[in-house]
């Protein structure tokens, strides 16, 4: 069976992973061009959704005939949905390897708005031994986390939260019980979930379904001085409505490691936005180890499809 992989995140330890699988033979593709060159004898195809643009969709409709499977090595598929894929071809995400570091950076923001962080290191760089931040200091036990799309970052988030005595609430398309959330609420709920909620999650897949989906009138509706982390995408909170939110007081924090757009220009309003920490979508770095995780459930998923067997985590665009 040929498989073409086009390297990205963890690129040498997919490709040695790929290598181990029986009957495969592999193309290194690195570009649009390299890809066209291999496109029409591919059955799967293994790339990042932040490779597959419309030069990319094309070279498939126009050359890949025979392309079965897509393996995306990145959690989200925003670039697929909006570029398309020809009929009939399986397309799977990475989310679950990803998952546990996105989860860990996510507490990592949320514990250091807690703990007004960015105030001791700042004070720190002046040489300062000053306390007034203390005043504003809380503590994760007790509080309630809406966890706003109870997908495989969200549960891996609330399975974290749950150990500082967080009371969770899921909100999600089914609502379906779950055995990480005290409460599960559908969607619909979320204006009634967000005021009453002390920090909230964002953990749902960007779309233009979900565009904007917190935006002036959801940031109204929480409890004043409510934290908000987003974990997923920049375009799902309104920007302009986050910096007003903040420096009104209604939140009482924020942390992105997303933004809308990406990069964030250096002159972007949001760098002075009081009380938000904003880090470059990094949050699923995590060495070595993480590679290796990633690497090892993309070759599994990949050896499924060769096998004639089932893969999992397949995406709907």
Not at 36 to 65: C, P, W
Not at 131 to 144: F, V
Not at 240 to 251: D, E, I, M, W
Request: charged residues 20%; hydrophobic residues 45%.
């Amino acid at each position: 069976m040929k498989l073409a992989f086009w390297p990205g995140i963890a690129g040498r330890e997919i490709e040695a992973r790929l290598r181990e699988i029986p009957r495969v033979e592999l193309t290194i593709a690195e570009n649009a061009g390299q890809l066209s060159d291999a496109a029409a004898d591919i059955e799967a195809l293994v790339i990042g959704d932040h490779f597959f643009d419309a030069n990319v969709a094309e070279v498939l409709r126009a050359r890949a005939k025979r392309l079965r499977f897509i393996q995306s090595f990145t959690a989200g598929y925003e670039g697929l949905q909006i570029h398309g894929v020809p009929p009939g071809v399986v397309i799977a995400n990475a989310g679950d390897s990803w998952s546990p570091a996105v989860a860990e950076h996510g507490m990592a923001l949320l514990l250091a708005l807690v703990k007004c962080l960015p105030h001791v290191l700042a004070n720190q760089q002046l040489h300062k031994w000053e306390r007034s931040h203390a005043k504003r200091m809380g503590t994760l036990e007790g509080s309630t986390l809406a966890v706003v799309g109870f997908g495989s970052i969200g549960r891996e988030f609330a399975r974290r939260a749950k150990v500082f005595g967080m009371h969770i609430v899921g909100l999600s398309r089914s609502a379906k019980p779950d055995r990480l959330a005290d409460e599960m609420r559908p969607i619909s709920e979320l204006n009634a979930v967000l005021a009453r909620a002390d920090v909230v999650l964002i953990a749902v897949p960007y779309s233009k379904a979900t565009e904007h989906m917190i935006g002036a009138g959801q940031l109204a509706a929480c409890k004043r001085g409510a934290l908000l982390i987003n974990l997923a995408r920049g375009g799902l909170v309104d920007s302009t409505a986050l910096g007003a939110a903040l420096k009104s007081g209604q939140l009482g924090g924020a942390g992105t490691d997303v933004t809308d757009p990406e990069p964030l220009p250096a002159g972007d309003p949001l760098w002075d936005c009081p009380n938000l920490i904003i880090t470059p979508h990094v949050a699923g770095a995590s060495g070595p180890i993480g590679r290796n995780r990633l690497a090892g459930f993309v070759a599994a998923n990949v050896a499924r499809f060769v096998a004639g067997e089932p893969v999992t985590h397949v995406v709907t665009l």
